[in-house]
């Protein structure tokens, strides 16, 4: 497997769902190397760099890594896919739209190549020019060149169809069903106490929806905290703007990247999970948050409907004034969070399992 960060690192959703498959398969019984790359946290030194060389029985190899924005996947790909080329591997299996550009090198040396497509990503708003064309040139690699693609949503699957035509693989990703924590380092750190914040936790960048998410939450009558929780992934004017946005209003709590047992009490303790996206893979936070049982607020998006169903709050996409509305309504009758979230941790832990999820990628791979 290649194209993610680094594992075991939670860096963003490619990196667990790369955790989850390789070592679930390990366990299986099979034989899995994962290329990571070279270097340090996305989110800064201080988060550590991954050296070990095995993770649950997979073998874990660096590949050298120009660590520039725009040129750190592309490099670690093409590095891994040279690699991949010459490994005794049955299968070389790429996630992400970025590495797909350098499928055609195993494919080259006869290698059967699966690609996962997590999401379009040459519409996030972070990249440049020259960044959106190669995410493009990817995808089309991987429509061309891929044995099998597996996609995390209908409406993906349905993109390739109508622009490519080409048949794809819908295999969602997992999620297991998590304990509850007590809320003590995040009463240490920052106040926070069971029921008495609402949480944004995700990737700082602007199609999350967080800066109109700031503003709606500054217009509504509450006691109640915003935390928005993550680090920032080459935005770093992104996160600048949205802290002057929050400076007026003492209730908005920014925590940067955090991870263990401080994401789980964070999971645990919200009164209300917010994901306000205006694009979307499948959403591993989303399906975390509802694993710990909590109200869930989303955007109209399909990447979040198909997920939630009708066991969350769903209001118009890019509508700040519509999430307003909903958050007042929400904090003001504790009943109807109440009702979301008891129906929330058996609902999306019975519908997502990462051993069905498994079984499946490993049928394709047979295919």
């Not at 099979?30 to 290329?35: A, G, I, N, P």
Request: hydrophobic share 40%; charged share 25%; aromatic share 10%.
């Amino acid at each position: 497997m290649l194209g993610h960060k680094r594992i075991p690192s939670r860096e963003g959703g490619v990196e667990i769902v790369v955790g989850e498959l390789s070592s679930r398969m390990h366990e299986k019984g099979h034989d899995v190397t994962v290329y990571n790359r070279s270097g340090a946290h996305v989110s800064g030194k201080e988060f550590g760099t991954v050296d070990v060389k095995d993770y649950n029985g997979v073998k874990l190899k660096k590949v050298f890594t120009l660590n520039v924005k725009g040129l750190a996947a592309m490099t670690s790909s093409f590095c891994a896919a040279v690699c991949a080329a010459f490994g005794k591997y049955d299968v070389v299996h790429f996630h992400a739209e970025g590495p797909c550009a350098m499928m055609w090198i195993p494919k080259m040396f006869g290698k059967r190549v699966v690609a996962t497509i997590h999401g379009l990503d040459w519409q996030r708003a972070k990249w440049g020019g020259f960044a959106t064309k190669y995410l493009q040139f990817g995808e089309k690699v991987a429509a061309k060149c891929a044995d099998e693609i597996i996609v995390l949503s209908k409406n993906v699957q349905q993109y390739f169809k109508d622009t490519y035509n080409r048949d794809t693989r819908f295999i969602p990703n997992g999620i297991d069903k998590m304990p509850m924590q007590d809320a003590d380092i995040i009463k240490q750190n920052w106040g926070l106490e069971k029921d008495n914040y609402i949480l944004f936790l995700g990737r700082i960048v602007p199609e999350k929806g967080i800066l109109y998410l700031i503003k709606a939450f500054k217009s509504i009558k509450t006691d109640k905290k915003l935390v928005i929780a993550g680090g920032s992934s080459d935005t770093t004017d992104f996160m600048n703007e949205i802290e002057r946005e929050a400076v007026d209003d003492d209730r908005i709590i920014f925590t940067g990247f955090i991870q263990g047992k401080t994401l789980e009490e964070l999971y645990s303790n919200a009164y209300i999970y917010v994901l306000p996206s205006d694009l979307e893979g499948m959403p591993i936070s989303l399906l975390e948050a509802m694993s710990y049982g909590n109200c869930c607020v989303v955007s109209s998006i399909p990447e979040c409907t198909e997920v939630v169903q009708d066991k969350a709050v769903v209001f118009e996409q890019g509508n700040a004034d519509a999430l307003k509305n909903t958050l007042q309504s929400l904090c003001d009758t504790p009943d109807t969070v109440k009702k979301y979230k008891n129906g929330a941790s058996d609902y999306i832990c019975c519908k997502y399992n990462w051993d069905d999820v498994v079984d499946k990628t490993l049928e394709l791979y047979e295919r």
